[in-house]
C-alpha cells in the first residue's frame, strides 16, 4: 500500500480473476517435492527445485508488480490498508506457530522425551543408555552404534553470535530508515535500507560457511539424532525466512528509488519492516535456546 496521492477510494477494490495464485502453488509444491527429494539423495530433486524456484519467484515478480500498479493507480483505500495489515499480522501469527512448534519439539525432546527413554522401563532393552544432551553426540551413549555417526555440537562462539550482531544490527538500521521515512528523508531511507540488505546478505554468508564447517569438519548432519534434525530444521527455516525478508526489503528498496511510498502511506515498507523484526526476534530465541542452552 503506497499510494502517492490518492487512499481516499471509498469503495472496498476487489480484483479480476487471476491464475496467480494457481501458477504460485504449483512452483511451490515443486519446491518442496523437489526439496524433499534431493535431500533423500534423488538427483531430480534438484531440478525439481530449481523449477519450482523458477515458476514461484517469477510469478510472484509478476503478481506484485500487477498489485504495485494498483496501488499507485490509487484503487487501494483505506479500508484495503486494513485489510493488508490485519493479513500481515495473520501471517506473522502463522508464524509464530510453525517456529513455536520446532521449539516445542526441541523442549519435549531434551526435557520429556529423553528422560524417558532412560528411565528403568528401558534398562533392560538398552542397559548402556544415558539420558544426556545430545543423546548421540561424540562420547555418548545415547545411540546405538551404526545407527547414527558420531558429530560434534556447536556452541555460540563465534559465528552464530556475529550472525546475532548482524541481524540486531540490522533492525536498527531498518528502524532508522523507517523514521527517516516518515520525516520525508528520502535519500537517507534509501542508504539505510541498502545497509540493511546488505547486513542481511552477510547474515546468510556467514551462516552458509558455518553450514560447511558444520558437515565437514563436526560431522554434524540433518542425519545427526534428534539434534542434527531440530537444529537444521530450525536454523534452515530461519535462514529461508531471512532470505525473503532480504528479497522484501531489497523489493522496497529499488520501489523507493523510483519515489513510493509517502511519509503518511507506506505500508507496504511497514509489512516488510514487520517481518524482519519478527525473524529478528526468532533468532533470539533460537540462538539461547540452540547454542547456547
Known sequence: MSSTTHGTTPYYFVPGPSAYPVSAAIGLFFVILGAAQWINGHEWGAWSLLAGMVVWLGTLFVWFRAAIGESES????????????????????????????????????????????????????????????????AGATGSPAGIVEPFQTVGPFWLPTINTALLLSSGVTLTIAHHALRAGHRAQTIRFMWLTVLLGL????????????????????????????????LTGFHGLHVFIGMLMLLFITLRLRKGHFTPERHFGFEGAAWYWHFVDVVWLGLYMLVYWL
Open 74 to 137: 490509487g484503487q487501494y483505500g483505506h479500508k484495503v490498508d486494513l485489510s493488508f495489515r490485519w493479513s500481515m499480522s495473520w501471517f506473522i501469527f502463522s508464524e509464530v506457530m510453525f517456529f513455536g512448534a520446532f521449539f516445542t519439539a526441541l523442549w519435549w525432546a531434551r526435557t520429556h522425551a529423553l528422560p524417558s527413554l532412560g528411565g528403568l522401563d528401558n534398562a533392560i532393552l538398552w542397559p548402556d543408555f544415558k539420558a544426556v544432551w545430545p543423546s548421540a553426540a
Open 202 to 233: 552477510i547474515f546468510l554468508s556467514v551462516q552458509g560457511y558455518e553450514y560447511h564447517h558444520l558437515y565437514t569438519e563436526l560431522n554434524l548432519k540433518l542425519s545427526s539424532g534428534t539434534y542434527g534434525s531440530t537444529f537444521f530444521m
